[in-house]
């Protein structure tokens, strides 16, 4: 439990917490808008690409920088897909599974994935390396079927072209 | 009609960049639009009888003459740029390829409106687009076409390029303005009808979406004659199974038969069996409506409840497809994506969705196909925002066209489309 609206510098530091360039980042974020909830958002992509995933620590500083409680920074971030609460891999592919993409074949790259990667969705590999997720429409259906590796688009993919994008994706 | 051009420059690689953009006539309308009457610009837009691209295809200046006049009153404009019905990319496309436009699109329609900050709702997973926003933008500002006092007129102007976390949720604009305010992008009660009334922080809003926007840059730099001249342009996504999926600018009204043509025709020759015209909140439709235009007025006129336009993204599907299968997916996405506010949407998709799980798992019953109408039935005007609307017109279509599916499936456990390989 939070106990309110904390001062910078103030509470308790875990050693997995936001750094000053991060929380510097949130308030330049904050300062854009006419009322500081709408930075809520993107302060939680902050702190998820600083740590990878929103640790408790993370969800604490986020709201301590918002001047929100935890629980409802908690539930405004559980409502969203793009946000992880526990870590993920260094690469999150998330393979497009709706209309477009099912119609061009998804489902054997999701398989083909799956069987290369030895882990089922949702599942990280044991290196550490990839997370495979599916995803709703991406809006690249000129590629179908397609992925995404991190924030690249991949597709139309094939088998051989899944391999070769695995092989070429920095460890 | 004339060429196309909105999407004639997406393809230079320059045309992000401010001094590109503008060699190419770019800013022109702004400097148009800046140089008139806010009211006036509302005219011109209302004149070319432009209608929002979002999906709902409400009349943009109509749209913005709802909004307050009085000075004293604080105005936003948002961009709905969080595309993401099913089949739809091409504002995407426009904002990837052709950033600057949209940019002037806000100047023009924010000036228009009174509006001193407009925010860029823009989803998460278009890395590329923000970075090209994100570069537009500055430019901009270094040109003095934003920030204050924009080209010595008086009037000032911020962009401000917010963020989505992905909701499908939030492309309806209340759940939209809801995420935009950093909460669960749930939908708001109406009345008030429009967020022109109350929107963002509570004040009047004017939401509209990117193809919208590019359009009025067009509409102020050339006029509304012209624009009307070139047959009421918009874009259409098409995808699944055609030789050349891609975004293709045609006149509105034009046949879905002439888009897959453009788009190829039918992958490896094969046939047509079935189309979403306005992407998955939409019915389907058969060959028998080839021949339909994709127009505001005339899909809602076919005799298939909930044909649409929508976001005029084709999802055209050839006879191995199975549309047991395809119409599961749909309920599955809207299961998924339903935010649980209101009860038909979220116990009605869930429960089609078990439905939709037993036939195609070789455990579908007789009465099953009464049950699934029933439960659409039960959510057809009772959601309380058009998500769980979506679900019930393809559902319906399906049962119509494609019964002998789901009564194989039943009977025999098993799916008699020649040529389709079940899901893994």
Known sequence: MTDGVRGPGSGVRGGSGLSESARAEIRRLIAQFPQRQSALLGALFVAQDEIGYLSPEAIRDVAEAMGLSDSEVTSVASFYHLYHFKPVGRRLIQVCTNLSCALMGCGRILKHLRDRLKIDVGQTTPDGRFT??????????????MMLVGDERYGPLTLEKVDEVLAETKP | MGEPFLLK?????????LAAYESRGGYAGMRRGLSMAPEAVIDEVDKSGLRGRGGAGFPTGRKWKFIPRDPAVTKYLVVNADEGEPGTYKDRTLMEGDPHRLI???????FAIGARQAFIYLRREFADARAALTKAIAQAMAAHYLGRNILRTGYDLEIILATGAGAYMAGEETALL??????????????????????LYLQPTAVNNVETLCHVAWILAKGHEWYKAQGAP??????????????????LGTTIRTIIDLAGGMRRGRKFKACFPGGSSSAILTDAYLDTPLDYDALPKVDVPGTMLGSAAVIVMDETACMVEIIARTVEFYRDESCGKCTPCREGTVWIGQVFHR?????????????????????T??????????????????????????????????CDVKGHRARP
């Open chain 2, 234 to 251: 918009i874009l259409i996504s098409v995808s699944g199974h055609v030789e050349r999926p891609g975004v293709y600018e045609v006149p």
């Open chain 2, 178 to 199: 809801e995420s935009l305010e950093g909460r669960r992008a749930m939908p708001r009660l109406k009345p008030p009808f429009y967020p022109a009334v109350k929107g």
């Open chain 2, 104 to 110: 002037e699109g806000i100047i023009i329609g924010s």
């Open chain 2, 359 to 379: 036939i195609l798992h070789g455990q579908g019953r007789s009465e099953d196909l009464d049950l699934l109408s029933g439960i659409a039935k039960g959510m």
């Open chain 2, 381 to 414: 005007g009772t959601c309380f925002c058009p998500l769980g609307e979506s679900v019930p017109p393809s559902l319906n279509a399906s049962l119509r066209f494609f019964r002998h599916e789901y009564e194989h499936h039943i009977k025999t456990g098993t």
């Open chain 2, 9 to 17: 420059y997406i393809h230079e690689r320059d045309q992000g960049d």
């Open chain 1, 132 to 145: 495979l997720k599916t995803a709703e429409c991406l809006a690249a259906c000129e590629l179908a079927p």
